[in-house]
């Protein structure tokens, strides 16, 4: 091993700070990672681990602090620099290009060239195949990228960046839709490239793989650095009291709520290639948690239950009536309400007001002669922003000003507006900083407590968990394990997650 | 997930269709079975055979259409200037751009021409064309460099410049006009001369086809092109260089059409102020029924050339084959509506394919 306290480390980053408009993504984050050793990386969901790989990647540009590499600083204004400079970074969800095959996706851009600067197809198959045969996989190169399940689009990454031959190697998350064989597989890779000499930053959720792979861990909480480990002086829990830093139940405060009759009943929903034989089932009064890794067909589920989506074959009733599928209109009379993963794209109009946001989906309801004045719409929104505290001082502020956590309170009064018995969350607290977190927490919670049944879908473990009555674990579009409340521990939950239905019987 | 670490049990017996192999597992066909399945899926040949079919269809009613020198001259000669603007407004639509303004273009550069020879009479052939391509080029960077640098639609630019190029041209032009006197006779011999049968501006065309065909399919920087349409985002994070490609594009664009212009100039000998009107659409066209997906990452520029020959055969073809001109126009937007239905049935299938091979994995 090459690793020695003498030599500069391969990254160093001190203080580095990032912000997105009034989103502070990361205050304070710090990094050494030495060459021959695997860096892992941890931290909730928010705590600005992406963010971090991203001003590494060059992606974003840090607005402070330092950004070393092998000693000497470092600026990145693009992904091409960082790429020159022998980083190469996985990242979470894939980005292929699917019209392409699988090879010109792994050689793009320094493909191999033959004789009159030609690409030198034959080459590249051969050397995708032997990439593919080391990686012990089997992918035909000439396939086209689309269509790939995740686990094989991040075997095309992970192949990729070691054909780059890079010197520094960031995994954001790439087990996370691997199975254990796949994972075994990537491991061997990721040690044979330490043994090189190679430095690696690994980040995952699961403490199983940091503690079998990793030597050094560093846990981040906030936006901020917390603390840099050596493996074999600390242990799983001290690492999570690192991560937490607070109690959970304080920031998931589930009241307890009377659980009445089925509103949503969802019966062998399928769609080739997404989700298959989907029964679920949530009342009134309940949080039922959708839980699954990136990729696991959740927020497709949800679409295609909301009617967004279209879905082969199954039914979706809303209190014992059917739900016509493939048609958002019929979905939501029949009392059902959508907040998407992306409220900026999807659930909120980013350049109107308040107002004309919450009066958008009921103007029917408060139109006469079928006009609308901005009179009408005040009248109509004005309790439903009093109601769950959107600070906003006047409802005709723009959306697109408000901090996260306003935002989305706004796309929750839009909804409630229309008076649903059924509210579909996808991802409710993300990108919102955790001050915020706790009040939109709140307020599903008193909703539920109100008889709204709830239908919430997070990748956000303590959330799931904490907010939950029952949780279904996804695995490849399929239902793994329901666990109620009592449980529902990580270990259960990532179990499933991870885990198809064949391997748990 | 399992079909990327077990031997399919049936790798070895199954006789799946050729097609289905092509998509999911190419390399278990043989080298001849795989290219001979890409030729014959390919959608260049389905529309070659179109354009063959109309053909023959025309030269049965009147042998002339294709069998007198007049009819073999046209059927080589008429869509050559479309096919420079086709292959310019595929390499663009490839990236998932579109480029508008061509016509215009190539109606300034047609004026700069003949304006050119009024000016400097004694001016050689080749200069004036140097002189168009580089005007082109200038059009075709501004309009990059909006598209590139402004994060503006390329529609919204290039339907901008579309207005200004042609209004550069009107108030220059003026009420004038380049008659084929105004031209010298070498420079009008270009546009009628041929050489073994095949004219010169039909083998320009060609020349130009096949260097960016090539280009495009063995060239890194051809490929980047393909990766920017397939997904914008993904090349940024590739690190490709995709502001400069897609500038380059819109210089090729502008290049081609600016040389297009100085062809057709050559070609009628007569330049007025609606040169090239409209005829930005039939590039896109031409492009689109040639199988260039609209939304960019995949077709060829053979593809687009012989859309091209197939519009402007059709043009003549109809009205020999007795039918109406409302009718004529219908054929060609049935034509266009067909392609885009096609690709949209294809893709769907294909993904539908893809998908289901997954879970049977």
């Known amino acids: ?505 | 997930m399992s079909h990327t670490d077990i031997e399919r049990p049936d790798a070895e017996s199954s006789e799946v269709s050729a097609s289905e192999a092509l998509l999911v597992e190419p390399s278990r066909l043989s080298p001849t079975r795989r290219v001979l399945t890409t030729v014959l899926r390919s959608r260049e040949l389905s529309i070659f055979l179109v354009l063959v079919a109309v053909v023959v269809l025309a030269t049965a009613k009147n042998e002339s259409f294709l069998f007198s020198s007049d009819g073999w001259r046209n059927f080589l000669l008429n869509p050559s200037i479309l096919v420079l603007l086709a292959v310019g407004q595929g390499v663009v639509i490839i990236t998932r751009n579109v480029d508008l303004s061509v016509g215009s273009v190539m109606a300034l550069t047609a004026y700069l021409t003949g304006r050119l020879f009024i000016e400097q009479p004694g001016l050689p052939v080749v200069v004036v064309l140097a002189a168009c391509l580089l005007l082109g080029a200038v059009l075709g960077l501004v309009n990059g460099a909006l598209v590139a640098y402004g994060n503006v639609p390329a529609l919204v630019i290039t339907l901008g410049t579309l207005y200004i190029y042609r209004g550069i041209m009107l108030t220059w032009a003026g009420s004038d006009r380049i008659n084929a006197g105004d031209l010298p006779r070498e420079f009008l011999r270009l546009g009628t001369r041929a050489v073994l049968g095949v004219p010169i501006l039909t083998i320009i065309a060609l020349v130009v086809l096949a260097a960016v065909g090539y280009y495009l399919h063995t060239a890194r920087g051809g490929r980047e092109l393909y990766a920017i349409g397939s997904d914008p985002d993904a090349a940024v994070l590739y690190g490709l260089a995709v502001r400069r490609r897609v500038l380059a594009a819109f210089v090729l664009s502008g290049a081609l059409a600016g040389l297009a212009g100085a062809l057709y100039t050559a070609r009628y000998g007569t330049v007025s102020s609606s040169v090239g009107n409209g005829i930005e659409l039939q590039a896109v066209a031409a492009a689109v029924i040639g199988g260039i997906a609209i939304f960019g990452g995949s077709g060829t520029v053979w593809g687009a050339a012989i859309g091209a020959f197939l519009l402007v055969t059709i043009n003549r073809a109809l009205p020999s084959l007795g039918i109406e001109d409302f009718w004529q126009r219908a054929v060609v937007g049935a034509l266009i509506l067909g392609a885009i239905v096609l690709d949209r049935v294809l893709a769907a299938r294909q993904a539908r394919r893809l998908a289901e091979s997954r879970d049977h994995a």
């Open chain 1, 1 to 505: 091993m090459i690793a020695s306290n003498t030599a500069a480390p391969v990254l160093e980053l001190r203080d580095v700070s990032k912000s997105f408009g009034p989103v502070v993504a990361l205050r304070s984050g710090s990094l050494r990672v030495d060459a021959g050793s695997i860096h892992a990386l941890v931290g909730e969901n928010g705590a600005g681990k992406s963010t971090l790989v991203k001003v590494v990647a060059g992606v974003h540009r840090r607005d402070t602090g330092t950004f070393e590499l092998g000693g000497e600083p470092v600026d990145f204004s693009s992904t091409a620099e960082s790429k020159q400079a022998g980083i190469a970074v996985i990242y979470q969800e894939p980005t292929l290009f699917p019209d392409l095959s699988v090879t010109e996706n792994i050689f793009m851009g320094r493909q191999l060239l033959s004789r009159g600067r030609r690409i030198d197809r034959q080459a590249m198959y051969a050397e995708a195949e032997g990439l593919f045969t080391r990686l012990g996989v089997r992918i035909d190169p000439r396939r086209p990228a689309e269509g790939l399940s995740i686990a094989d689009q991040q075997i095309i990454e992970i192949a990729k960046a070691i054909s780059l031959d890079a010197r520094l190697l960031v995994m954001d998350e790439p087990t996370a839709a691997l199975s254990g064989v796949e994972v075994e597989r990537l491991f061997a890779v990721a040690r044979s490239l330490r043994d090189e000499g190679r430095a690696l930053v690994f980040i995952s959720h699961r403490f199983d793989e940091v503690f079998a792979l990793a030597d050094t861990v560093t846990v981040m909480r906030d936006g901020a650095y917390i603390d840099t480990r050596r493996i074999d002086e600390t242990s799983p829990s001290e690492l999570v009291s690192l991560m937490v830093g607070r109690d959970v139940d304080d920031l998931f405060p589930k009241v307890p709520a009377e659980i009445g009759a089925p509103v949503l009943q969802v019966r062998g929903l399928n769609r080739a290639g997404v989700f298959h034989d989907i029964d679920l089932e949530v009342r009134a009064g309940e949080i039922v948690g959708l839980a699954g890794l990136v990729g696991a067909g959740r927020s497709e589920i949800a679409r295609a239950v909301f009617g967004v989506d279209r879905y082969d074959s199954g039914s979706v009733s809303v209190a014992g009536k059917p739900v016509k599928g493939h048609d958002p209109r019929s979905a939501i009379r029949a009392g059902m309400a959508f907040i998407p993963e992306d409220r900026r794209k999807q659930g909120l109009v980013i350049d109107s007001s308040v107002t004309r946001n919450v009066a958008g989906v009921i103007r029917r309801g408060i139109a006469k002669a079928g006009l609308l004045t901005s009179a009408m719409e005040h009248r109509a929104a004005g309790p439903w922003a009093a109601t769950l505290e959107v600070k906003t001082s006047a409802l005709d502020m723009t959306a697109a000003t408000m901090s996260g956590g306003n935002q989305q309170k706004v796309v929750i009064a839009k909804w409630l507006a229309t008076g649903p018995k059924l509210l579909i969350i996808d991802e409710p607290t993300r990108g919102i900083d955790v001050g915020t977190k706790a009040e939109v927490h709140r307020l599903l919670s008193e909703l539920a407590g109100q008889g709204l049944a709830i239908l919430m879908i997070s990748s956000e473990l303590p959330e799931v968990l904490g907010m939950a009555d029952r949780v279904l674990v996804l695995c490849e579009g399929r239902i793994t394990a329901e666990l109620d409340r009592a449980d529902a521990t990580p270990e259960a939950v990532m179990h499933a997650a991870t885990h198809h239905l064949e391997a748990a019987r």
